[in-house]
């Protein structure tokens, strides 16, 4: 008698293999749903080709967990908070060698930021390359009780969401409100529910299982100012010496609220507090000369610093974890 093994293609072994490498960690073996039957994508009910998204969930226990990781496969940007705290030390994660929709998952482990009984997950996302994708999320959160006992909540249509204040514009840059960045939506309490939706919630299938780790990170390499200026009428067109590949950040004070400003190709609205800053958060761009202007209430004066973010490289290597 004969016996045929039916042998399962790369593109279902892959996948699965990825996913048995993510069940070991430094601080022993934690169960990982199974993101194929479990855990579900999330997206905003409404997808576009621009518009940055906040999700959040909480999660309520009987006492403090001893340990917890966070896994978020994304076919985007992805920025992690534990009760209000960033997860990551680096930056515009997960790090991608270019601008393609695959998924990219990368693991946080986010004991040090859990203080309590509650664990509130905010994640701030941004699309890649102006592209549409209901699937723009995916989340693991699992861990265990000081007695040992596990827990895994994959991603499911508890999950909320809204619109962020910012967005990828056709410049390369970034438009941000600074009318509607409140920081209370990252914490447990001060957010508003009504401002909330749910999210649309979709079961993933074969292509879509995230089975690429990130081995690499961009990470602020360092902080520098401008060498000189040039002032030609309202527009302030600063010189940082040496070209550099990053962010440029805006210090301003006692603006008109609602003033528009372009700092290169990003575009910020101004909440007319007495200092707040501008910055973009999910493009780089090369830059050496700025070019600051704004609309008729904008003032050169309005601006008291300005600073070149130049952002690296990090090789992570191999399969480690991202922290």
């Given at each position: 008698?004969?016996?045929r093994?039916?042998v399962?293609?790369?593109?279902?072994?892959?996948?699965?293999?990825?996913?048995?490498?993510?069940?070991?960690?430094?601080?022993?073996?934690?169960?990982?749903p199974?993101?194929?039957?479990?855990?579900?994508?999330?997206?905003?009910?409404?997808?576009?080709?621009?518009?940055q998204?906040?999700?959040r969930?909480?999660?309520h226990?009987?006492?403090?967990?001893?340990?917890?990781?966070?896994?978020i496969?994304?076919?985007?940007y992805?920025?992690?908070?534990v009760?209000?705290?960033?997860?990551?030390r680096?930056?515009?994660?997960?790090?991608?060698?270019?601008?393609?929709?695959?998924?990219?998952?990368?693991?946080?482990?986010?004991?040090?930021?859990?203080?309590?009984?509650?664990?509130?997950l905010?994640?701030?996302?941004?699309?890649?390359?102006?592209?549409?994708?209901?699937?723009?999320?995916?989340?693991a959160?699992?861990?265990h009780?000081?007695?040992?006992?596990?827990?895994?909540?994959?991603?499911?249509?508890t999950?909320?969401?809204?619109?962020?204040?910012?967005?990828l514009?056709?410049?390369?840059?970034?438009?941000?409100?600074?009318?509607?960045?409140?920081?209370?939506?990252?914490?447990?309490?001060?957010w508003s529910?009504?401002?909330?939706?749910?999210?649309?919630?979709?079961?993933p299938?074969?292509?879509?299982?995230?089975?690429r780790?990130?081995c690499?990170?961009?990470?602020?390499?360092?902080?520098?100012?401008?060498?000189?200026?040039?002032?030609?009428?309202?527009?302030?067109?600063?010189?940082?010496?040496?070209?550099f590949?990053?962010?440029?950040?805006?210090?301003?004070r006692?603006?008109?609220?609602?003033?528009?400003?372009?700092?290169?190709?990003?575009?910020?609205?101004?909440?007319?507090?007495?200092?707040?800053?501008?910055?973009?958060?999910?493009?780089?761009?090369?830059?050496r000369?700025?070019m600051?202007?704004?609309?008729?209430?904008?003032?050169?004066?309005?601006?008291v610093?300005?600073?070149a973010?130049?952002?690296?490289?990090?090789?992570?290597?191999?399969?480690?974890?991202?922290y």
């Amino acid at each position: 008698m004969t016996y045929r093994h039916k042998v399962a293609p790369m593109a279902i072994l892959l996948p699965l293999l990825f996913l048995l490498s993510l069940t070991a960690y430094a601080d022993g073996f934690a169960f990982i749903p199974n993101w194929g039957t479990d855990g579900l994508w999330l997206s905003a009910p409404s997808p576009d080709s621009t518009s940055q998204v906040w999700f959040r969930r909480q999660y309520h226990f009987s006492q403090r967990p001893a340990n917890a990781h966070v896994i978020i496969a994304t076919t985007g940007y992805a920025e992690l908070y534990v009760n209000g705290r960033n997860a990551s030390r680096h930056v515009l994660t997960p790090y991608r060698s270019n601008d393609d929709g695959q998924p990219i998952s990368a693991t946080y482990d986010v004991t040090r930021l859990i203080n309590s009984d509650t664990v509130t997950l905010a994640i701030w996302y941004c699309p890649t390359a102006h592209s549409v994708d209901r699937q723009q999320i995916a989340v693991a959160f699992s861990g265990h009780m000081p007695d040992g006992t596990a827990f895994s909540f994959p991603s499911d249509n508890t999950w909320l969401c809204r619109l962020a204040p910012a967005s990828l514009n056709g410049h390369g840059g970034e438009t941000i409100d600074g009318r509607q960045n409140r920081t209370t939506w990252k914490y447990h309490n001060g957010w508003s529910p009504a401002l909330w939706t749910a999210c649309c919630a979709t079961a993933p299938n074969i292509s879509s299982t995230p089975w690429r780790q990130q081995c690499a990170a961009y990470t602020v390499n360092k902080i520098s100012s401008y060498n000189y200026f040039d002032l030609q009428g309202d527009t302030i067109v600063y010189d940082f010496d040496k070209g550099f590949v990053g962010w440029v950040r805006v210090t301003f004070r006692d603006a008109v609220r609602g003033t528009h400003v372009w700092i290169g190709n990003d575009e910020y609205i101004c909440n007319g507090t007495t200092d707040e800053q501008a910055c973009a958060k999910f493009t780089l761009t090369s830059n050496r000369k700025v070019m600051v202007h704004g609309d008729r209430r904008f003032r050169p004066e309005h601006i008291v610093n300005i600073e070149a973010i130049n952002i690296s490289i990090k090789q992570l290597g191999g399969w480690q974890p991202f922290y």
